[in-house]
């Protein structure tokens, strides 16, 4: 029956119409259910993730083992290969790797300490806000170029980690393309933040 639609012509009558119109509607509701049904997957998942770091946090003293735990949480909830964290010491001015999401990356990475000043991870710290770079290897200021290049990366966002309005760490996403996050996206990493 329908192949006759295609080779000659057709004039569709009004229930014709309105039956493609009702399905076409269908399909519009099925497809935006399973586009939320989704969406609520990633929220469980998030928040199942924000709860085991909760625990941890709560259970654990020991830094190192909670902030691995947290990079690799960061990384797995901002979809990036690679976070971690720059600790922060004002006395110094400096920035030292703490922990990244992945150690074995991380085993080779040239640079463990940087200035506040001249560095994107120092700007964050200094401002007390978020830098991002769409191509951290157009920017003089980030360093050991080669080494990212070799990682695939060029993306780099710095959030700050804030304690009673200092900033204690920054919290660095590094990705091969450019970091955007909608305000769904957003809300999580700043409750993941705090």
Do not use: C
Not at 21 to 36: I, W, Y
Not at 164 to 189: E, H, K
Request: charged share 20%; no cysteine.
């Amino acid at each position: 029956v329908l192949g006759q639609y295609f080779h000659a012509p057709h004039d569709f009558t009004t229930n014709e119409i309105q039956l493609v119109s009702t399905l076409a509607d269908h399909a519009a509701l099925a497809l935006e259910n399973a586009r939320l049904y989704r969406a609520q997957e990633e929220r469980l998942t998030r928040l199942q993730t924000l709860t085991r770091l909760n625990q941890l946090v709560s259970s654990s003293l020991e830094t190192s083992e909670v902030l691995a735990a947290i990079a690799r949480a960061a990384a797995e909830l901002a979809g990036v290969p690679l976070a971690g964290f720059w600790l922060a010491d004002h006395a110094t001015r400096t920035l030292t790797i703490g922990a990244l999401s992945d150690p074995a990356m991380g085993a080779s990475m040239p640079v463990r300490t940087l200035p506040f000043d001249g560095t994107n991870s120092g700007e964050v710290v200094k401002r007390r806000a978020a830098v991002a770079l769409d191509d951290v290897l157009a920017d003089p200021a980030f360093r050991a170029r080669e080494w990212w290049m070799a990682q695939g990366i060029r993306s780099f966002l710095g959030l700050p980690v804030l304690h009673q309005d200092t900033v204690v760490a920054v919290l660095a996403l590094y990705s091969a393309a450019p970091l955007r996050f909608n305000p769904d996206d957003q809300s999580v990493l700043d409750n993941f933040l705090a």
